[in-house]
């Protein structure tokens, strides 16, 4: 089973990215980073309000609840810096993708 997800980049751009129902959460990094022009490592990715981190590296898409189109946002790696922003999350679920108050 194929699913197309939206990847939301700090440039305000949405990129698609095709995933196989195997497909891990480094796979995942690894399409997004591609389709962003993003090495891993720089980037994270947030789904929900919550950073997909190594920790769900080897956890296969299928099992984190993501359907076809949802919409994950990659921010910059570098703690404090607002880098993308979604008008379907809110306020509280921004604080957390990015670790800190906003004021």
Request: a negative charge; proline letters at 1%.
């Amino acid at each position: 089973m194929n699913l197309a997800i939206a990847v939301k980049t700090p440039d305000n751009k949405t990129h698609e990215v095709e995933l196989e129902s195997h497909d891990t959460v480094k796979d995942l990094y690894r399409k997004a980073g591609e389709v962003a022009e993003a090495e891993v490592g720089t980037f994270l990715l947030h789904f929900e309000g919550e950073e997909l981190d190594d920790a769900l590296g080897g956890n296969e898409i299928q099992h984190l609840g993501m359907w076809e189109g949802c919409e994950l946002l990659l921010c910059c790696n570098v703690r404090n810096t607002m880098c993308a922003s979604s008008q379907e999350l809110s306020s509280e679920d921004t604080r957390k993708a990015m670790g800190r108050r906003l004021e």
